[in-house]
């Protein structure tokens, strides 16, 4: 019976993670595409009334299903910033459903591997909330990483543009079509905005304050800046290009010499989890007494306290602001 629960339980977590993070087939999609074509080319009053439907059905389930996600989970103006940030495409209601997933999961898995049923409930809820955000700020950090490293590029192919005679807000279209990555799916952002009657500032601007990068707000910040004093737009854009690659430059130089203080820091402090995993194989009665003696839990906490407090003060030790 518990390994029937047992594979049940993988089951339905495996389902639940394919259901939320997997996107749509290919089928389906081609599908779409066509259904599409049809109603924009078609026309026929039934099919445009057709599609209407369809669409404010669409949007009615999904404002749905968002809105009581977002009763559940704290915050969620943050949360949908954050999932916006990856670049995923990814909803509430997703991470919710992996989240619980990973609860539901590990919560049996350690019952029934028989830890105290407590125990099992907050390693689960810590594993279901801590995992889904640390894998999402881990995907912000590599999206905006290829973000900062393509942009002076980026920069340089709108500093040509403009030196040829384009305008601000083509050169924008040409780095959305030309520039892969993150850079495109943003500035090819900033321009629908554009064409459906957002000023550049504004479209700029919220695209800045989704991403939360320095550079970008420097790039923000100098357009605004020439449109309101004049000046040659190309020359200052080659300067801040020239600006960022040296802040790069010095990020990459800081990194390799705080790269030894990090490592020691990542061997100080896996070294006491990696001695109980050990030793709770070879003897897993003797480590269980510090889920039920009380002494033992007291100073369990106290030693995790006192490790955490001195993980944050090496971090903060090799934590550089540039």
């Not at 339905?12 to 993670?17: I, Q, S």
Request: contains cysteine; glycine residues 10%.
């Amino acid at each position: 019976m518990q390994l029937f629960i047992l594979i049940a339980g993988l089951i339905g977590t495996l389902a639940l993670a394919s259901m939320a993070f997997s996107g749509p087939s290919g089928s389906k999609a081609s599908q779409r595409r066509l259904q599409g074509v049809r109603e924009r080319h078609s026309r026929s009053t039934e099919v445009a009334a057709e599609a209407q439907m369809r669409r404010i059905l669409q949007n009615r389930n999904a404002s749905k299903m968002e809105g009581w996600a977002s009763q559940i989970i704290p915050k969620p103006a943050l949360l949908r910033k954050r999932l916006d940030q990856t670049g995923r495409g990814w909803s509430l209601l997703h991470y919710l459903v992996a989240s619980s997933g990973l609860f539901l999961t590990t919560a049996v898995l350690l019952s029934l591997w028989g830890l105290p049923f407590y125990f099992g409930l907050f390693v689960g809820l810590f594993i279901g909330i801590g995992l889904p955000h640390f894998v999402v700020g881990k995907l912000i950090k590599r999206r905006i990483a290829k973000f900062t490293s393509k942009f002076p590029d980026a920069i340089d192919l709108m500093v040509r543009g403009l030196r040829s005679g384009l305008p601000i807000t083509e050169t924008m279209g040409v780095i959305s079509d030309e520039v892969p990555g993150p850079i495109s799916e943003e500035f090819r952002a900033v321009s629908d905005k554009m064409k459906i009657g957002r000023t550049m500032d504004v479209a700029l601007q919220e695209t800045a304050d989704r991403l939360g990068t320095p550079e970008f707000q420097f790039f923000v910040i100098t357009l605004a800046i020439q449109r309101e004093t004049g000046g040659n737009l190309a020359e200052t854009l080659g300067n801040l290009s020239d600006v960022l690659r040296k802040r790069a430059a010095m990020k990459l130089k800081i990194k390799a010499m705080s790269s030894e203080s990090k490592a020691s820091a990542w061997i100080v402090g896996s070294l006491p989890f990696i001695v109980f995993a050990m030793i709770w194989f070879i003897n897993g009665n003797y480590m269980q007494k510090f889920f039920t003696d009380e002494r033992l839990i007291i100073a369990g906490c106290g030693g995790l306290i006192w490790m955490s407090l001195g993980v944050f003060i090496m971090a903060k030790m090799v934590d550089f602001e540039i």
